[in-house]
């Protein structure tokens, strides 16, 4: 055993009951009741603790664990970015980076129509794509710029958590740090199926409601009605082409992906990582705003003649599926400990993040007088 002072304790994370700990000396493990919140205060705490004395020392003991990232021995890097590059590697970075761009392209190159898409046919005279083009009610820029907007209320949420740092130049970088963690995991999932939806767009060459007065056919003027034709060729010259060839691109909906997978996205973690209130309705009213956005994504694109209702549908589906998929598998419900990733000597540990498998799993924490802290995987 180590002359410096040392204090072991065990706790159960993320879980509504038994918060447990324990110490390298003979004291008598307590149990404590209540909701544990890794990185800012407890609102509530409740025990069975058999002597009073024995539960105000349990509260420091947990309060030492909640102000470790804001004890003075952690000073914040020069460069904030700099640290993260640092964190995860110029390899990983570079590689992380080839990706996305490599998707974001080919989404471009489909979405403008530079990659070609199948041109599926049509019924002549059926009544479906003889609707006329109204415009979009959620412009393609809105839609695009919600993607971007998402990191403000995750950096907002993690700000809030860490409210009573006393250091605005710490709650800044530490709040950034772990804003900057989830919006990556969400753009994962965001650029992913963006491309899953491009390739089907490509591949099925749906006709919109609204092809008829788009593409404008040269073989759907003279045509006998009920007649299938899928070899055409569109006169509107008025157009661009890549407005015109997106008149038959419109299985599944893009819009009512993208919508839902946001707002399930927002709504998961919100409820996962909002700070405990006492409000009963703060969340809920939140998550109702998340899912009234997803719902507007969806419905304008019927009311607005791009989609028939099966595009609607199927997109808002791949987009509830995606969300999940990050939420759950990705993020891992978001479950978390985030440490000090400020600390100087962050060689030490293996990881800022270490991500719990369920909500009981134990980790243990060894504090040599508050200058490090290790993390451990029981």
């Known amino acids: 055993m180590s002359s410096e002072k040392q204090i072991e304790r065990c706790v159960v994370l993320s879980s509504p009951s038994n918060i447990v700990y324990s110490t390298t000396s003979n004291e008598k493990q307590e149990h404590l009741h209540g909701n544990f919140n890794f990185g800012h205060t407890i609102p509530e705490l409740e025990c069975n603790c058999s002597t009073n004395g024995a539960y105000k020392q349990s509260l420091q003991q947990v309060d030492q664990v909640n102000t470790l990232t804001t004890d003075a021995n952690f ?31 080919f989404v471009i190159l489909v979405e403008t129509a530079i990659v070609p898409s199948n041109k599926r046919g049509f019924t002549c005279g059926d009544p479906s794509i003889h609707f006329k083009y109204n415009g979009d009610t959620v412009k393609n820029w809105l839609i695009m710029s919600s993607i971007f907007i998402m990191v403000i209320p995750i950096w907002i949420c993690e700000a809030i958590k860490l409210r009573k740092v006393s250091s605005p130049k ?26 899953i939806v491009e390739v089907m767009k490509a591949i099925l060459g749906e006709c919109r409601p609204h092809f ?8 759907g003027i003279n045509c006998t009605l009920g007649e299938y034709i899928s070899d055409f060729t ?33 709504a998961w973690y919100l409820q996962r990582s909002f700070p405990s209130s006492r409000s009963k309705w703060l969340i809920a009213v939140l998550q109702g705003l998340c899912l009234t956005w997803s719902s507007t994504c969806a419905l ?19 987009g509830i599926i995606a969300a999940i998929y990050i939420c759950a ?18 060689e030490n540990l293996d990881s800022s993040t270490t991500h719990l498998k369920s909500d009981k799993q134990l980790i243990a924490i060894t504090i040599p007088d508050h200058k490090r802290v290790e993390v451990h995987q029981a």
């Open 75 to 105: 000073q914040p890097r020069s460069n904030f970015f700099l640290g993260i590059i640092r964190k995860m590697g110029m390899k990983a970075l570079l590689l992380d980076l080839a990706l996305c761009c490599f998707l974001l392209i």
């Open 212 to 219: 008829m007065d788009t593409c404008r056919p040269d073989t």
């Open 234 to 266: 569109c006169t509107n010259l008025e157009d661009s082409q890549s407005f015109v060839t997106d008149s038959y691109r419109s299985f599944p909906s893009g819009h009512s992906s993208i919508g839902f997978y946001e707002g399930v996205f927002l």
């Open 170 to 195: 710490i709650l800044w970088e530490q709040s950034m740090y772990r804003g900057i963690y989830w919006y990556n995991r969400f753009t994962i999932g965001t650029i992913l199926h963006l491309g």
């Open 329 to 346: 598998v990705v993020c891992r419900n978001f479950r978390t400990v985030n440490t000090c990733y400020t600390c100087e000597d962050e």
């Open 300 to 318: 304008t694109r019927i009311t607005d003649n791009r989609h028939n209702w099966w595009d609607v549908l199927i997109g808002s589906i791949i």
